[in-house]
């Protein structure tokens, strides 16, 4: 089970970002961590703290790059 994501959670884009709403953003904390779409805020992807380093790490050095 997920650590509940605080409603007051700060949510990131990535400096590449046109700055559209056709974003991932993401944001996290000691203990939990989450993904959403900026179209729809939503609906969010609760992420162990573990798979949001593993996807932090993938998106970083181009492994998920098509």
Partial sequence: MHTPIPSNAGWRRSSLSDG???CVELSHGEDWAAARD?????RLLPLTPAAFTAFRGAVKTGRLDH
């Fill in 20 to 22: 559209g709403e056709n």
């Fill in 38 to 42: 900026s179209k729809n805020k939503n």
